[in-house]
Nanobody, 121 residues
Framework: VQLQASGGGLVQAGGSLRLSCAAS????????MGWFRQAPGKEREFVGA????????YYEDSVKGRFTISRDNAKNTMYLQMNSLKPEDTAVYYC???????????????WGQGTQVTVSS
């Protein structure tokens, strides 16, 4: 499975941005996909995940109510809609896939390249 993230950019605090992650290759093997982010000088952290079949989502507490993960199965694409962005959301955002949405934070098998999100104050 190959994952391609896109959609990053510069946005003002309070603004919105939508990231996409397109999957290709053995897409039939996708059970869950999700997003991670890594801010400068910090470890990579889990943002959220979606179960590919059911659409059930899981989120890290700091983004609940602001970020929404969705997917388009026909396009093999996952989205991250980010609203009410804060400067502390600035990071490189990565998409990943794994065997379970519930455990994607600790178990991943494929990664996409990152896309930079910068939120100015």
């Amino acid at each position: 499975v190959q994952l391609q993230a896109s959609g990053g950019g510069l946005v003002q605090a309070g603004g919105s941005l939508r990231l996409s992650c397109a999957a290709s290759g053995r897409t039939f093997a996708i059970f869950a996909m999700g997003w991670f982010r890594q801010a400068p000088g910090k470890e990579r952290e889990f943002v959220g995940a979606i179960a590919w079949s059911s659409g059930i989502t899981y989120y890290e507490d700091s983004v609940k109510g602001r970020f929404t993960i969705s997917r388009d199965n026909a396009k093999n694409t996952m989205y991250l809609q980010m609203n009410s962005l804060k400067p502390e959301d600035t990071a490189v955002y990565y998409c990943a896939s794994g065997p379970s949405a519930r455990s994607l934070g600790v178990l991943q098998n494929y990664w996409g390249q990152g896309t930079q999100v910068t939120v100015s104050s």
